[in-house]
């Protein structure tokens, strides 16, 4: 089971936006409009921020959006700020009832 | 408030047993599919099993199944994953996650902080 296809690291500065890409397959993201997206920051648990490919949790800010397109799911994070410097990763159920997850990217807020 | 509480981790030797337990509270586990995930110190995500809140339902990752066992005592409010016939590959931090109600799909809202398991001679 090969994990999706994120890029291994981003950056922007503050106030830009960065979008991060989650590329599968049609047996994953491309099957269900089932992706979520985490944060997760050093020693700490990892967060939901996107459920269902765009809906946020809540207290999650709206400068985090989420779409799809074939294969391939988006986060946008608008507004950089320092405090979303974190690792995210993408995840989708698969056609298997399983779960899959990107292998993770490193956002740099320069 | 919600928490998930795993214990459980440890060195084991490979080939040996570990049994994880992930304590919950603050919400009624047979209302909610729960996850374990693991991450590689260094590396990413990698889901390893999950089940439904009847416990009818289970599904194991590729790579343990065979091997490990999900499962839930209602009454206790607590998750178990029983590892048997561990690899050092297996090495990792697990956690034990909670869906979210309202998500169509797997959504893991809830997170505990993790156990530490490694697998070792």
């Known amino acids: 089971q090969s994990a999706l296809t994120q890029p291994a690291s981003v950056s922007g500065s503050p106030g830009q936006s960065i979008t991060i890409s989650c590329t599968g397959t049609?047996?994953?993201?491309?099957?269900?409009?089932?992706v979520s997206w985490y944060q997760q920051h050093p020693g700490k648990a990892p967060k939901l921020i996107i459920y269902?490919?765009?809906n946020r949790p809540s207290g999650v800010s709206s400068r985090f959006s989420g779409s799809k397109s074939g294969n391939t799911a988006s986060l946008t994070i608008s507004g950089l700020q320092a405090e979303d410097e974190a690792d995210y990763y993408c995840?989708?159920?698969?056609?298997?009832?399983?779960?899959?997850f990107g292998g993770g990217t490193k956002l740099t807020v320069l | 408030e919600v928490q998930l509480v795993e214990s459980g981790g440890g060195l084991v030797q490979p080939g040996g047993s570990l049994r994880l337990s992930c304590a919950a509270s603050?919400?009624?586990?047979?209302?909610?599919?729960m996850h374990w995930v693991r991450r590689v110190p260094g590396k990413g995500l990698v889901w390893v099993s999950r089940?439904?809140?009847?416990?009818?339902?289970?599904n194991y990752a590729d790579s343990v199944k065979g091997r490990f066992t999900i499962s839930r005592d209602n009454a206790k409010n607590t998750v178990y994953l029983q590892m048997n016939s561990l690899r050092a590959e297996d090495t990792a931090i697990y956690y034990c996650?909670?869906?979210?109600?309202?998500?169509?799909?797997?959504?893991?809202?809830?997170w505990g902080q993790g156990t530490l398991v490694t697998v070792s001679s």
């Open positions: 996650a909670r869906d979210l109600a309202a998500a169509a799909g797997p959504a893991l809202e809830s």
């Open positions: 603050g919400f009624t586990l047979n209302d909610y599919w």
């Open positions: 089940m439904n809140g009847d416990g009818k339902t289970i």
């Open positions: 995840s989708s159920r698969t056609t298997s009832a399983t779960l899959r």
């Open positions: 049609t047996s994953d993201v491309g099957a269900f409009d089932y």
């Open positions: 269902d490919v765009h």
